[in-house]
């Protein structure tokens, strides 16, 4: 997280981040569970956050390497890009998270009650 914007990152009180997951982080469909990534974009080198601080902080300390979802980059950040991908995931990809609590009611749930 060296490449975060210490300042964006203090938004939406970061710092205070339970052990937990939360059910509107996840998409519920019938036999499979999906991860919505923490969405960022790359400008002057720096990482700012579209969504995703409380999530990002929390893997962050239980993971070395982050599941994470760029969505801009401008030409300067290619080289930073370059040094804090390990490898590009594909939407679908099956992702090993920690095995923490889900909390709250899910924001989409397609399952059959």
């Keep these: 997280m060296a490449c975060v914007d210490p300042d964006d990152l203090a938004c ?3 710092q205070l981040v339970e052990e937990y997951y939360r ?4 998409y519920f469909e019938p036999g499979a569970t999906l991860f919505n990534a923490p ?3 790359l ?3 720096r990482a700012f956050f579209i969504n995703g601080r ?3 902080v929390l893997l962050a300390r239980h993971l070395s390497l982050l599941p994470m979802a760029l969505t801009q980059i401008d030409a300067a950040s ?3 890009l370059a040094s804090i991908v390990a490898q590009p995931l594909i939407d679908g990809d099956a992702i090993a998270l920690p095995n923490l609590p889900i909390v709250g009611k899910p924001a989409s749930c397609h399952c059959q009650a």
């Design 54 to 56: 409380h999530r990002t």
């Design 78 to 80: 290619e080289a930073t």
């Design 23 to 26: 059910a509107d982080w996840f």
């Design 12 to 14: 939406r009180e970061s």
């Design 43 to 45: 400008k002057d080198n």
């Design 39 to 41: 969405a960022f974009y």
